[in-house]
């Protein structure tokens, strides 16, 4: 729906005269809830403003990155190689990238890549 411009913000609602007494985003209550505010403004900043501590920051910060990356590594086969990759796919690249992220800037030695993949939900328990 994002990508279709489908979202009913308030922006949205009210070009649809549906009217509203207060169209300032809710999330930050300082601009106009637009789709691009809303997404790439709003939520990211709130994606990178977590109280998690070092290695789930960094986790939870690689995610963003990660996500980012593998769709734009996606979207580039499909233009540049007539490549289809299913979204099971994309999701495995994905912890993939984090946990090989990880694993090098923590110098994690006890897991192996997949294992560690395998046990990102679990993180907490590494107490690093």
Known sequence: ?????????????????????????????????????????????????????????????????????????MRNKLIFQNVTIGSEEVVDLIKYRVAMWMKVKFEIKVYSIEGFKGFLDGIRLLKL
Request: proline residues 1%.
């Open 1 to 73: 729906m994002v990508i279709q411009e489908r979202v009913a913000t308030r922006s949205v609602l009210v070009s649809k005269n549906i009217v509203l007494n207060d169209q300032s985003c809710p999330l930050c209550l300082q601009h106009q809830e637009k789709l691009n505010h809303l997404f790439l403004h709003c939520m990211a900043n709130w994606w990178f403003d977590t109280s998690y501590r070092n290695l789930e920051k960094h986790i939870w910060e690689a995610y963003f990155y990660a996500t980012i990356w593998s769709i734009w590594i």
